[in-house]
């Protein structure tokens, strides 16, 4: 069990708070150094983890953005990364700007689930 969510994100709208546990979930699950989820215009959450091939190299926001993509989304409401990071990576934000738009919120938790900053695309 994962535990229950922190203080800040016990203010999130409860379908903010499902994605930051998803991608803490996804994280913890795959023992990979980020964990994310997006969620579309239709509700859908996609969950990805980071990508360390060899030949292919994705971090997790990166990765479930494609995931939505690849499944038909034609936009995003949110998004939720879990990482160690202080802050999204610019080609995180990018990828999420892409589908969902300038305005799409990211919000970055810390490994504990700790939603630390929510930073528009």
């Given at each position: 069990?994962?535990?229950?969510?922190?203080?800040?994100a016990?203010?999130?709208?409860?379908?903010?708070?499902?994605?930051?546990?998803?991608?803490?979930?996804?994280?913890?699950?795959?023992?990979?150094?980020?964990g994310?989820?997006?969620?579309?215009?239709?509700?859908?959450?996609?969950?990805?983890?980071?990508?360390a091939?060899?030949?292919?190299?994705?971090?997790?926001?990166q990765?479930?953005?494609?995931?939505?993509?690849?499944?038909?989304a034609?936009?995003?409401?949110?998004?939720?990364?879990?990482?160690?990071?202080?802050?999204?990576a610019?080609?995180?934000?990018?990828?999420?700007?892409?589908?969902?738009?300038?305005?799409?919120?990211?919000?970055?938790?810390?490994?504990?689930?700790?939603?630390?900053?929510?930073?528009?695309?």
């Amino acid at each position: 069990m994962l535990g229950a969510m922190s203080d800040a994100a016990a203010g999130l709208d409860p379908e903010d708070k499902k994605i930051v546990t998803l991608a803490r979930s996804a994280r913890a699950r795959n023992g990979v150094p980020e964990g994310a989820a997006v969620r579309d215009e239709t509700g859908r959450t996609y969950v990805a983890g980071t990508v360390a091939l060899e030949s292919l190299r994705l971090t997790a926001l990166q990765t479930a953005v494609a995931m939505a993509v690849a499944s038909g989304a034609k936009g995003l409401e949110a998004a939720a990364v879990v990482t160690a990071a202080d802050a999204p990576a610019e080609a995180d934000l990018a990828a999420v700007r892409d589908l969902g738009g300038a305005g799409t919120p990211v919000l970055l938790a810390g490994p504990d689930g700790t939603v630390l900053s929510t930073t528009p695309a």
